[in-house]
């Protein structure tokens, strides 16, 4: 004899769930920083290429002011903001899942 307690669960119940919106948060703060490291990074290199005016070789004095320090930071930004964005939906796609499962069980014939 099997005994199964089933909870319905609907889509504002998943929603609210604390991980899921770390994680949507999460990407949503990487996602904006990649956006604002890109324009930097576009920025430092039409210095570089002298559209904006000023010498290009008194300007590399750090290396923060490197464009390609500052793509580098974005992509690496961007893939992090991925990430999170992928495991804010595995979450529910594990849920799913799980359900689904359940389901073949529980319809499959008694042996």
Known sequence: MRVIIRRKRRDSD????????????AALAFQASAAVSFAVCVWRWCVDLGFLGGSAA???STLLERWQIWLALAAALQLGASIFFRYSKSVRDSEAGARALLRSRLNRPAA
């Not at 998943?14 to 948060?25: C, K, M």
């Open 14 to 25: 998943w929603a609210e769930l604390p991980e899921r919106q770390w994680a949507r948060g």
């Open 58 to 60: 008194a300007a590399d």
